[in-house]
């Protein structure tokens, strides 16, 4: 690993110009490339303090050996030269998409005497119209055979036309009216190319004006009588329709346009682009990129410019590319593109309407995307195994961890906190026995004491179990400390997965096979949430319970870092690792699993109204109260026989309700954030709704930034 001030240029050496620059490694070979406005500035950025940097930005400069640059008078020909340079050096370091060579397209080989209509793969060819390009290759086959009776091209190969020229008959084609048969001389090139113009303006959006033109020709030919041809020009209409109702209408006004959706999590990214032509999506594709380097959104969608449009000139290059945010700075990747195409070219954020609408549609194909990659990866049984031997080899543990548990703590601001347990058996959800937990030793927050508590629980659980199954040893107790609700099997505050609070099932053992349930069997590796000080709770929990054969570690989200119990330094695993792949799986859905029960409880607390505590007052009754007097301030105003008026409350539920109103305090007036408005009749509504905005709603998977104090 090299030492970066190794290599560090001069400061005086490095101009403060536009560039591209390049490291290499110890073997010469280009790692990263990278093009900056300033290189001074750009590369004095990465020979700073190792601690400062982002770890993938730490693990470049340390694997490199030097760094040369190359001066550009604009940012766009720097814009271009990086891109000249990734495709011929392939760095490890930069974001590669992974390649769309795969893609079918429906191609037009217009750089041929007869052009032929076929489906083409691979690089592009110079004199060839391409359209796509397309999911699948049966979806070009299918446009394809409804447009041949309209536009009757040749699709043979030319080994095919070569054979039919030779012995003056055509193909099959030829004979059902598909083709035009200029193998056999029943058109001429001429003619045979016009059919082949036509085919491609109307692939390329220009329709309308093609179908006036076939309807007013079938007009005619009824007024002259010729049913037959106006019964053919009825047919290729509805054929024309059908071909363009596979490719409904998004954008109204005919807009040419990309649009290109990103999805991302730490490691990965998917990307999705419709292209849209003539107000139609005529092609859609998608790639997933690991993140090797420290990008942003607008990084990435710079990166997937380059992917799209690098090789492409002229209309291939729409007028408009809708990203979901902008490179930084915006304007060199414009003018490149508006180079490639020959005319102005915007790069813009869609802000509202039929754009911004679609955008969302091709945001949620980019999350599907990195959700079906990311399914497909962890159910490979080869990655699995894999990932768990990583997983053994980095932690040093005797064999692979086949049942993993991880918990996470979640609360706001101290309030609701609760904890959650989700277990990867053979690297597999087990969502089965996933538990749910409610913080009740202390108040407050306390993260690291919250942690405690939990495995304290848990364990304690499975000692309880282990001794009813009979596998303890000679002299072995466990009665000790043991609290006796957990000895019968109803640990307070631990709910299994979907089970209500406080309606837990008693462990039981099946009847055919004597297996326990619940807490019954242990981990191999217990996975925290957190730091090194979360690592030590839990281990502390597990030494007080005499139990030493279960490995402990920690993922620090921050750096992604694995913690050890008895380490000063913790594990880094590479950022390629199938075994750190699977710690963040485990650990972002004990977060997810623990964060969406927090919510509930919150949620179910603001929803709580005094008619909850009043006994034998069930939910009709209680929207029968509330719908006759209109709000819980009125009905706790009301005599008992105002409330006797109600249909189904009888005078002894009626004092009921009365004494237990009369004993609730009202509740504090919820204040809206957004006006600061206190909302004085925040009774008046349903118990079931609160007034106002009471706080902004965090989503999973959130930044640190937004998630605020929710944890």
Same mark, same amino acid.
């Given at each position: ?37 300033? #290189? ?9 303090? #190792? ?20 001066? @550009? ?14 495709? +011929?050096?392939? /760095? ?11 893609? /079918? ?17 691979? !690089?592009?060819?110079?004199? *060839? ?20 009776? *309209? ?16 012995? $003056? ?14 193998? *056999? ?15 491609? %303006? ?28 106006? =019964? ?38 998917? @990307? ?30 710079? !990166? ?5 449009? $690098? ?17 930084? /700075?915006?304007?060199? *990747? ?36 990195? =959700? ?17 031997? +990583? ?53 407050? &927050? ?23 199954? $009979? ?21 307070? $505050? ?25 807490? =019954?069997?242990?981990? &191999? ?8 000080? &979360? ?21 620090a989200k921050r750096l992604e870092e694995v913690w050890l119990p008895d380490d000063d330094d913790p594990v880094v695993l590479p950022r390629s690792s199938e075994g750190l792949y699977l710690l963040q ?5 004990? !977060? ?19 008619? %909850?505590?009043? /006994?034998? #007052? ?9 719908? !006759? ?16 008026? @109600? ?65």
């Amino acid at each position: 690993m090299a030492d970066p001030s190794s290599y560090r240029p001069k400061p005086g050496q490095i101009p403060d110009t536009p560039g591209v620059y390049k490291f290499r490694d110890e073997h010469r070979r280009v790692i990263y490339v990278g093009k900056a406005k300033s #290189l001074r500035q750009r590369l004095a950025s990465y020979f700073q303090d #190792l601690a400062n940097l982002h770890p993938r930005t730490r693990t470049m400069v340390t694997t490199a050996a030097s760094v040369e640059w190359t001066v @550009v008078s604009t940012e766009v020909e720097a814009l271009q030269l990086e891109y000249s340079w990734i495709k +011929e050096y392939d /760095p490890r370091f930069n974001v590669k998409y992974r390649d769309d060579k795969s893609y /079918p397209y429906l191609a037009v080989t217009m750089n041929e005497e007869f052009p032929r209509v076929q489906v083409m793969r691979g !690089h592009k060819k110079k004199g *060839v119209r391409y359209f796509g390009p397309y999911g699948h290759a049966w979806a070009i086959r299918d446009t394809v055979d409804l447009l041949l009776r *309209v536009f009757p091209v040749r699709t043979c190969s030319a080994g095919v036309f070569k054979n039919a020229a030779r012995t $003056g008959r055509p193909c099959l084609l030829g004979y059902i009216g598909k083709c035009s048969a200029p193998c *056999v001389g029943r058109v001429s090139p001429e003619e045979h190319r016009a059919l082949a113009e036509e085919f491609c %303006d109307f692939m390329a959006g220009r329709t309308g004006t093609y179908i006036r033109r076939q309807e007013q020709q079938m007009a005619e030919a009824a007024e002259e009588m010729e049913y037959e041809r106006a =019964a053919r020009l009825r047919d290729d209409i509805e054929a024309l329709k059908k071909a363009m109702e596979k490719s409904a209408v998004v954008l109204a006004d005919a807009t040419d346009a990309d649009l290109i959706a990103v999805a991302e999590d730490e490691l990965e990214a998917a @990307v999705q682009i419709f292209h849209v032509r003539g107000g139609r999506v005529r092609g859609q594709r998608g790639w997933v990129t690991d993140k090797v380097e420290a990008v942003t959104t607008g990084d990435l969608v710079e !990166h997937a410019t380059q992917q799209l449009y $690098g090789e492409e000139t002229g209309d291939s290059v729409p007028k408009e590319v809708l990203v979901p945010a902008l490179p930084d /700075p915006v304007e060199p *990747v414009q003018e490149w593109l508006s180079a490639r195409r020959g005319s102005n070219v915007s790069l813009r954020i869609p802000q509202r309407g039929d754009k911004k609408a679609l955008m969302e549609t091709v945001q949620r194909n980019a999350l599907q995307a990195l =959700a079906l990659h990311k399914t497909k990866r962890a159910s490979d049984l080869t990655t699995r195994s894999r990932a768990l031997e +990583e997983i053994a080899e980095a932690l040093d543990l005797d064999s692979a961890p086949l049942r993993i548990e991880c918990y996470d703590i979640s609360h706001l601001q101290g309030d609701d906190v609760v904890a959650s347990m989700v277990v990867f058996e053979d690297g597999l959800q087990r969502k089965s026995e996933y538990r749910r937990f409610q913080i009740k030793g202390f108040a407050g &927050q306390d993260d690291v004491r919250s942690m405690h508590e939990v495995i304290t629980r848990r364990f304690r659980r499975y000692l309880v179990e282990k001794e009813k199954t $009979g596998e303890w040893t000679d002299g072995e107790d466990i009665s000790a400390g043991t609290p006796s609700s957990v000895a019968a099997g109803s640990e307070p $505050g631990t709910e299994a997965a979907g089970t209500p609070a406080g309606e837990v099932p008693e462990i039981t053992f099946t009847e055919d096979d004597g297996r326990p349930k619940r807490f =019954a069997y242990p981990p &191999q590796l217990v996975v925290v949430d957190g730091g090194r000080p &979360q690592v030590a709770a839990a281990k502390r929990a597990l030494d007080e319970l005499g139990i030493d054969d279960i490995a402990v570690c920690g993922l620090a989200k921050r750096l992604e870092e694995v913690w050890l119990p008895d380490d000063d330094d913790p594990v880094v695993l590479p950022r390629s690792s199938e075994g750190l792949y699977l710690l963040q799986r485990v650990r972002d859905e004990a !977060h997810r699993f623990a964060i969406t029960y927090q919510r509930a409880k919150r949620a179910k607390r603001f929803r709580s109204s005094p008619l %909850d505590d009043v /006994p034998g #007052l069930g939910e009709s009754r209680k929207q029968a109260l509330i719908k !006759h007097f209109g709000s819980v301030k009125k009905l706790r105003s009301a005599t008992i026989d105002q409330i006797c008026e @109600v249909p189904g409350i009888g005078r002894k539920t009626a004092e009921t309700i009365a004494v237990a109103l009369a004993q609730a305090a009202p509740a504090a007036p919820a204040v809206n954030t957004a006006t600061g408005e206190i909302m004085e009749d925040d009774e008046d509504a349903a118990p079931a709704t609160t007034a106002g905005p009471v706080e902004e709603p965090v989503t999973a998977g959130a930044s640190d930034e937004r998630r605020g104090q929710e944890t």
